[in-house]
């Protein structure tokens, strides 16, 4: 079983790590012991894997000046797949 820990998990408004969650985390709100995580209330489950999930945001089409033939508005590529 995989978690993907993030300040969604502790605080439904947001979506991402944040200083939130790392404080959580220091004030032992949150806990994780090997592959255990602990929550608030004490109750704890054991996963698999544990991921921090930091987000990602392209700034490609800052720099590159020609980036439309590739990429959104957003700096994303406008193609899913590769065409071979």
Not at 18 to 35: A, C, F, P
Not at 54 to 75: C, I, M, P
């Amino acid at each position: 079983m995989v978690i993907y820990l993030s300040i969604e998990f502790a605080h439904p408004k947001k979506g991402f790590i944040d200083v939130e969650l790392l404080e959580r985390l220091r004030n032992e709100q949150l806990r994780i012991e090997k592959k255990k995580v602990i929550f608030e209330n004490d109750e704890g489950k054991e996963f698999d894997v544990i991921v921090f999930p930091t987000g990602y945001k392209s700034v490609v089409n800052r720099w590159l000046k020609d980036y439309k033939y590739a990429q959104n508005e957003d700096g994303m590529p406008k193609n899913n797949f590769p065409s071979h």
